[in-house]
């Protein structure tokens, strides 16, 4: 399963949905993971789940589609060459260090 979200789309999502999609979605397949379902009916297993992209190509930089370069829980800034973190970063940390 691959997912993610990205912070520029011109319906206005911004970092604030792509932190609490994080939230939402990465315990929600951890629920799903831990559901009898998966237990009892191996072939309904999660085998894998990926982030779409953790670095941003070129935050706030214009192409088309205009999300494509802003799925990043990573910054990037093509002018300083400088990496920040979004929100989702950290919470992504936290999501992810439930997993047992």
């Known amino acids: 399963m691959e997912t993610g979200f990205a912070t520029y789309d011109p319906n206005g999502h911004d970092n604030d949905d792509q932190e609490d999609f994080v939230d939402q979605a990465m315990g929600e397949v951890l629920a799903k993971r831990n559901s ?6 191996p072939q309904n297993a999660l085998i894998l789940m990926s982030w779409y992209e ?3 190509d070129c935050t706030g930089c214009w192409r088309f589609p205009q999300q494509e ?4 829980i990573l910054t990037y800034d093509s002018g300083t060459g400088e990496w920040g973190v979004k929100g989702a970063f950290y919470n992504l940390q936290y999501q992810v260090s439930r997993w047992p």
């Open 69 to 72: 370069p802003n799925f990043g």
């Open 54 to 56: 953790f670095l941003d």
């Open 36 to 41: 009898p379902d998966f237990a009892n009916y």
